[in-house]
């Protein structure tokens, strides 16, 4: 069964450093989202892609944060510069549109923790 | 604003019982659908049920049942038979017309031997 990838699984780096987080989508789908969920909270929202831009964004998604498709299989989240309260757990999620509807269910992948020290 | 509330922050239940996990959630949009999503301890956020609002019928997935009313703005999970390895967080989410999904705080459910 296809399914979202993500590497690595752990990160630990230092504050002030850039990071990329990798991910793998499902290959048919067009729809690429990240989020984050900070150590015993609930998962956030980051930032959808499509067609090669951003769709969507949240307040969390501020300068320091930007997303890329390198090729036709990677889609990557990169932060600039970490602070401490980035450290969470970020998932990479993906979707296949459905025609006429709501789309529905998004795919993630198995999460990258990113330790920021 | 769209706004998914869980008010079980936990829950225990017997093995072999059924448990249901509450979600009721706020939007004016029309259109817009409902999952739940279980994460284990391991951490993975693993799909489990979808219903769309224009859905007449409660979905369901083996083991999983979605009781939707919508006229009550709730979208409880239903688990039947619960087993060992159904302890986990429970999320209930939303997504509107647009990309975003907003999830609620979750319900840790732990089953009991």
């Known amino acids: 069964e296809p399914e979202v990838t993500q590497t690595p699984s752990h990160q630990v780096t230092q504050m002030g450093q850039e990071v990329i987080l990798r991910c793998v989508p499902i290959s048919n789908h067009l729809y690429f989202y990240w989020y984050r969920q900070i150590l015993g909270q609930k998962v956030e929202f980051l930032v959808s892609f499509y067609n090669n831009e951003i769709s969507e964004k949240s307040e969390i998604f501020d300068d320091q944060f930007s997303v890329e498709r390198p090729d036709g299989s990677n889609f990557t989240l990169k932060i600039r510069s970490t602070k401490l309260e980035d450290s969470a757990m970020y998932f990479c999620?993906?979707?296949?549109?459905?025609?006429?509807?709501?789309?529905?269910?998004?795919?993630f992948g198995p999460g990258t923790r990113l330790t920021v020290t | 604003a769209q706004k998914i509330t869980q008010t079980q922050p936990g829950m225990f239940v017997q093995e072999k019982e059924a448990v249901t996990l509450d979600c009721t959630y706020d939007?004016?949009?029309?259109?817009?659908?409902l999952f739940w999503y279980k994460q284990p301890s391991s951490g993975e956020m693993i799909f489990l049920i979808y219903?769309?609002?224009?859905?007449?019928q409660n979905a369901t997935e083996g083991r999983y049942s979605l009781n939707f009313q919508k006229a009550r703005k709730s979208a409880n999970l239903v688990i039947s038979a619960s087993q060992l390895g159904d302890s986990a967080m429970y999320f209930c989410a939303m997504r509107a017309p647009g990309d975003k999904i907003i999830f609620g705080k979750g319900t840790r459910l732990h089953i009991l031997p």
């Open positions: 999620a993906s979707s296949e549109p459905f025609p006429g509807r709501v789309r529905n269910e998004q795919y």
């Open positions: 939007t004016s949009d029309q259109s817009y659908g």
């Open positions: 219903q769309g609002s224009y859905d007449e």
